[in-house]
Every structure is written in structure tokens, then in C-alpha cells.
């Protein structure tokens, strides 16, 4: 699942400084195929499921950010996911790891 345009992710995402690449999917959440991915490939991933994710599946060699290691995880999905008072820490979490990357 993708967090698109008008997402609570999507939000927080550009509050760190990030652009969404889901954002040009005018819809909120979306299952993104392979191919959507392969034609419009992220520079970083920010990963909130278990493990990593080459793990999950092969396919996430083919994409640069993974095969780099642009990967993005360790954040509890709650912080950054769910509205609420932990939500400013989420954000602030998530900057401090993009930062790596910029």
C-alpha cells in the first residue's frame, strides 16, 4: 500500500522537506504495481513493515534507492501514521533520517 496525495504520511512526509512521489496519485492510498514503481521510482523509501524490503520480495533489488540502501526503517509506523500527540516526534525522526540522504 502507497500513501498518496492527501494522506496523513503524505503530510509528513513534506513536512520533513520530502516530496511524496505517490502525491502525483490523486487518491489517498493505492496499491502500486511493480511496474508503477518501476516507472516512477523513488529516491528513498521510507520502509514502516517488518524487516526490509528486500526481504519481502525480490522485486525491490531492481530499485536503485534499495540496492543503494536509500531504505528508510526503524520508525514506529504509529508515530508517523496515526494522528495524535506523537506525531511532532514522528516527524522530527523521520527529518533526522532523511538528513542522511540529502
Known amino acids: 500500500m502507497v500513501a498518496g496525495k492527501g494522506s496523513l504520511p503524505d503530510t ?6 520530502g516530496k ?6 490523486n487518491q489517498e ?6 511496474d508503477w514503481l ?3 521510482p523513488p529516491d528513498v523509501i521510507v520502509w514502516t513493515a517488518s524487516g526490509s524490503p ?7 533489488k531492481q530499485l536503485e534507492a534499495v540496492r543503494k540502501g536509500w531504505v528508510v526503517t526503524g520508525i514506529d509506523p504509529d508515530l508517523i501514521q ?6 511532532p516526534d514522528g516527524i522530527g525522526m523521520l527529518r533526522t533520517k532523511l538528513e542522511h540522504f540529502r
Do not use: D
Open 12 to 17: 509528513v512526509i513534506r513536512l520533513t522537506g
Open 82 to 87: 496515526r494522528p495524535g500527540p506523537r506525531l
Open 20 to 25: 511524496n512521489i505517490a502525491a502525483e496519485v
Open 38 to 40: 518501476l516507472q516512477n
Open 54 to 60: 528486500e526481504q519481502s520480495h525480490s522485486f525491490w
Open 29 to 34: 492510498y493505492f496499491k502500486a504495481s511493480y
